[in-house]
């Protein structure tokens, strides 16, 4: 039937076939495959890896924790960079995010301190500690820097838009009874935006503990720097000894600030 | 009756507490939402403004406190300009002028007590008021003025936990706080049912009579306005067309106030 | 009607109320929790391995290093940085493309709706979870020394860093699907797939072309650096550039990476608007 190939005028769709859907699929899988062969990503190439990544998985179990003590040293380092970023970066975000709101500081202000925020934001926070390990040395300080820099444009930003959502009629009750910026603040502004803010920092505390055990790879302390040399070594098994302990870290501090965003409800 | 209607003095007899001459304010330039407003609001009593919706009465009101700028004209308090004002001087003129919001405008996430508490921003140092240690006078006439507004045992309650009613009559307490010269209610009234309503008007007049506080209320129910009003002012177009005693208030004067007659 | 007694002639002065703002033990609780902070900023302090010096000359050797990135070398651009940036993209598409060939099948095993065998749900949720707690750097660190260095490992850790996070979200999605239209399609007779096809996915699409679009834009800043550690992309350049001292062709490499990050969070908006 030549109906089946042309449908007749008569004939009526059930469905509209999505033709733009159908294209971008199949634009997608196109580009899936070309841009696969320009970056070298063949079958051979995969298969051959995944024999190489047998190895080096026999390689790493099963994993060596002789050198413990170099692992805690790193871990610790870790830890307070996270602690520290976290407490300067939180500081730092308080008056920065009030600045950023545009229902409470003029444009000429607001806008300039957006602008700080969202470079903030769109370095990585491991290129930022590269160039601070370049400008002020090797060490822990660059890591805390770098960390501040990623906590500020997260919690700065997330405080500014939730004190830009606030109800301006509490504010504006509060001025009528002559209170001053920092008054208005402290009653109509921060009682509306407080249990957001904490759930920011601790979030930011929670991925600056992540953050924090990588920043050694470029030099800016912590457990980052052990891994690495490790793997410069080929000691596969010490890096699954630290791999593990990195993980169990994440691990117990999200338990942790699971239960205290639990308990602040 | 409550005590403001029987003892219905003859108002030009009393000194005036506010004066208001030639208030202009434009939105935007060129088209005025107030045209020249001349008013003076006597050192007692409960003076309503009454008006069609948008015809000014909130900016009016909220240019006194100038939480709304004004464009031209003057607004004296006891004698002392308010327009031109700023910074200390301006907090200082706000906190001697009292405010009830529609929609109560509470701190929501704060108790009651920290809401009555904050009428006294204006006077305590910025420590006291961060820590919440106010001084203990402070604290006993809120204790007092909670009493006097009928929810003393809501004090520790998170104000988002209460009833509108409930939540108008806070914010009363925290106006008078302040121990202001003047009350300014912006339609304090509109957001409750009736009985409520009545309810809040009876205890806005009581608590202000008693504390000798003249008060300048918008009210959008012309027969309320008339029961605890000493004094009428109607509103239309930006311009004050009724200034008198509730009795002189006749039917062409509202129909000159809101126009047409379908609606009484 | 003197309803509010002045102050003057108080008689219940002794009956006089106290008011603070929290009960003891909300205070107690408070002080704790400041307690823990504090002791934890100062143990941080303490014991940092910060060199003083260090800490003194930093504004110092920040202004130096800025004024020296200044002016960026825009010649530099074209072809050496374009093409790494070309690449960085590659990277994060691909990447997020075949993350969905393992995250597809975990969420369907993680979500409780849809597959009813408990442990497998468990050991789903375990690989998501262990795709999640490692960072994109330390798997390309691992698929270096696998592929050895290249873009290749780049891909490969971009996708299995992306599993936990696509699986995760994607899982979710499935677990908060009305149950009534599979209901009817299995009256019907159809087939596990044809209930998946028909009953599920069109209730998931919109979150999962959400979903795809929230890791691509995430991948794109991600992708920036993987080639500090030798995966491919920009970060090459930019790490080369770094460690010999070309701080004016570092400049145009943050400029250019900047530009990319800004473009692709301002293409994603765009469509998931159009989407949604």
Redesign the interface.
Known sequence: MSATTSPSPTRRVAFAPNWPMRIALLL?LA??VW??S????TWD?VAH?MG??GK?LARMVPPNFERWSLLLEGL??S???A??AS?IGILLSLPLGLLAARNLSPWFVAGPVRAVI??CR???Y??VA???V????F???AG??ALVVASIGFIAKLFAEAIEEI?M??V?????????A??VI???VL??V?SRFIGFCLYQLDSNL??S??VG??GA?GIGGT??AA?KR?D?DFVAAI?LS??AL??LAEIISGRVRAALR | MSASMTASAPAAGLASALEIRGLVKEYVAGKPVLRGVDLAVPAEGITAIIGPSGTGKSTLIRCINRLVEPTRGSIKLHGEELTGLSGRGLRLARRRIGMVFQEYNLVERLSVMENVLSGRLGYVPLWRAWLRKYPAADIERAFMLLDAVGLPEHATRRADALSGGQRQRVGIARALMQRPDILLADEPTSSLDPRTAVEVLELLTRLTAAEGVPVIINIHNVDLAKRYARRIVGMSGGSVIFDGPPEQLETHHLRAIYGGEDWM | MNAIPAAKHDPVAPLRREWTRLTAAQRISRWLVWLVIVAAVAWAVRSIDIIPEFLEDAPEQMADLLVRMWPPDIAHYYPAVHDALIETLHIATLGTVFCFTLAVPLALMAARNICPIRPLNTLAQLGLVASRSVNSLVWALLFVAIFGPGAAAGVFAIAFRSVGFVGKLLSEALEETDHGPREALRAAGASWGGEMLKGVWPQVQPAFWGIALFRWDINVRESAVLGLVGAGGIGLVLDDAINFFQWERVATVLLAILAVVLLAEVIVTRIRARLL
């Open positions: 997608l580009y899936t841009a696969s320009r970056l070298g990503l190439r890896g190489e990544g080096l610790l380092e830890l307070q960079i602690v520290l407490a969202a470079v769109s370095l990585h491991v290129i590269i160039l601070f370049k400008a002020i040395g060490g822990a300080l805390t820097a109800s009629k509490q504006e009750a509060i001025r009528a009874t002559g209170a001053s920092l008054k402290a009653y109509a009682p509306q407080a992540r953050n055990t990588l790879i470029v302390g891994l690495f793997f080929f596969y791999l990195i993980i994440i691990f």
